[in-house]
């Protein structure tokens, strides 16, 4: 009786070995398999889409990657604009403002980004729902000023509350 236990317990673990292997196996081949690159048209116009705000800094919890994490982070936008300049196919930026806050650190940032990328006679133009709503739109729409054109909705509203400075 000890034998055939010992033979289904060899079976089971030698089964269970092979499954984990093809699946490590399976992972590591759809990680490090190279997809044939597209080919990229001859005038691209880039769109930046910050209607979900923008982040300083990476999370580095693994889950959040593997759910395919869509968070826009300040270096890359900075990072890319910056290539984007220097390459003759790149045309313009479609930029889109949400009713997310943007700091106005980050609106500085981005805006002199914008502003390198403009100075190549690449053309640039934001689009807005709103500036402000029920707040301030003070940052987004300083960002925005840095296009050729701004489009806003219709039905949008444009709140311009400045900026506040307070010393204790």
Do not use: C, H
Request: zero cysteines; glycine letters at 8%; proline letters at 3%.
């Amino acid at each position: 009786m000890r034998r055939i236990g010992r033979i289904f317990l060899y079976l089971f673990a030698s089964v269970g070995a092979l499954v984990t292997l093809l699946v490590v196996s399976a992972i590591v081949i759809a990680v490090t398999f190279d997809k044939p690159e597209a080919e990229l048209p001859e005038r691209i116009v880039l769109r930046l889409d910050l209607d979900k705000g923008i982040s300083d800094s990476r999370s580095d919890d693994p889950w959040r990657q593997l759910r395919g994490d869509r968070t826009v982070y300040l270096y890359d936008v900075i990072a890319t604009l910056g290539a984007a300049a220097s390459d003759e196919r790149v045309v313009g930026l479609a930029l889109r403002l949400g009713a997310s806050r943007i700091g106005l650190a980050q609106a500085q940032e981005l805006r002199e980004a914008i502003a390198a990328f403009r100075s190549r006679d690449k053309f640039v133009m934001a689009f807005a729902r709103t500036f402000g709503g029920l707040g301030n739109g003070t940052s987004e729409y300083y960002l925005a000023s840095a296009a050729n054109e701004i489009w806003l909705q219709p039905s949008g509203q444009l709140a311009l509350l400045g900026i506040g400075l307070e010393t204790p």
